[in-house]
């Protein structure tokens, strides 16, 4: 199995190390499509360009003649990658090529990884970066982006850097010519979103093997803010046939201030495209730091636990539930399919139960009628009597969803 690898690149100063990875593809087999996002012309590239800096600018809504001109870095930057972005989408959307790997300084990371983020994930994507040391996150954010640093800098070829392309042209030939999976995915396995915390493990694995027992595929995510957008975009793209939300504590953050918010867009994919949601509370007893010493002044008087040396958890207040419960609700309330809201009124996590140290009735208690008073009258709300990692709670949520594909 062979196919095309789109290689966009600042051509005019790194020509010749696109120069090799080109010519590597091909001899493997592979075809190559280039895209130039160069700006500043310095020296024509030794290999056809498919797709030239021009038609690059102009997708960006701007003029290459006029960028050049100006020679403003920031702005050529900007229309550049607006640019590049729009052409990706198009050319995959059309079957151009099947992959992606670029090489890239600080500018070229951002506009190549910008573009890369437009295709789906699956789509095979290598990035050889000055930048993949550091704080990666803006590269990546939340798509199957793959790094590799380059060690030293992408300026000529020396007996270093030809190792590293020559094995990063190994490694996009390598993803992209990958043998098709046999397995249930490719067969067209239905597939459950769920989200899942350490202190909500239990519910989830219960409530898990429930659903893989009738037929579905749970791809579970980590409700660490990444985790929680990741689904977030997943279910946009249409991978989820329905959203089992047990555990919505990244509210917490965005509310109070934490560390692990997945922004004020939670809970909003599944409700636009209109399919079945259950959700419930989970860990929404506790807001997220780091180290203890990390904590704002202003919580330092709070019910802290230090969950690990570099997660330090904190009990969200009666007040602080008050407005997380507003918040859930109203998102809930927008919804265009059927959504079933499932509260466990024993505990929301394993900190919050009897002898625990969030157990907090009153607290749990603001949160529940909050959330009943803002979910509107299309969401179903029901209060079951049990703590959310009992066996019977996750059979509930389980049995909903469930409930709710087949209706």
Known sequence: MT???????????????????????????FGVLTMDIGVLGEAEPPFPVDIPAAEVARAGGGSLDQLRSRRDRGSAIEVMLAGARALVRDLYRTGRFDGMLGLGGGGGTTIIAA?????????????????????????VDVKDLTLMYSVVDIAGLNPLS????????GAICGMVGRPRDPGKAEAGQPMIAATMFGVTTPCVTTARRRLESSGFDVLVFHATGSGGRAMEGLIAD?????????????????????????????LSAAGRLGIPQVVSAGALDMVNFGPFDT???????????????????????ASECEEIGRRIGTQLAQAQGPVTVLLPIRGVSMLDAPGQPFHDPAADRALFESIKQ?????????????????DRFAAALAD???NLIRS
């Open 115 to 139: 573009a890369m983020r437009e295709l789906p994930v699956g789509v095979p994507k290598l990035l050889v970066s000055t930048m993949a040391s550091g704080n990666t996150s803006p590269y």
């Open 295 to 317: 904590v704002p002044a202003q919580f330092r008087e709070r019910n802290l636990y230090r969950h690990n040396p570099t997660v330090t958890l904190m009990r969200t207040s």
């Open 3 to 29: 196919g095309t690898i789109l290689l966009p690149g600042t051509f005019d100063t790194k020509g010749e190390e696109y120069g090799l990875v080109r010519s590597l593809i091909l001899d493997a087999g």
């Open 238 to 266: 249409g991978y989820f046939q329905a959203v089992l939300d047990v555990t919505t504590t990244e509210w917490c953050d965005e509310v109070v201030g934490g560390v692990l918010s997945a922004g004020p867009d939670r």
């Open 400 to 402: 909903e969803v469930l």
């Open 162 to 169: 030809r190792r590293i392309l020559i094995n990063a042209a």
């Open 374 to 390: 803002h979910v509107g009258r299309r969401v179903y709300v029901q209060e079951v009597d049990a703590h959310i990692n009992d």
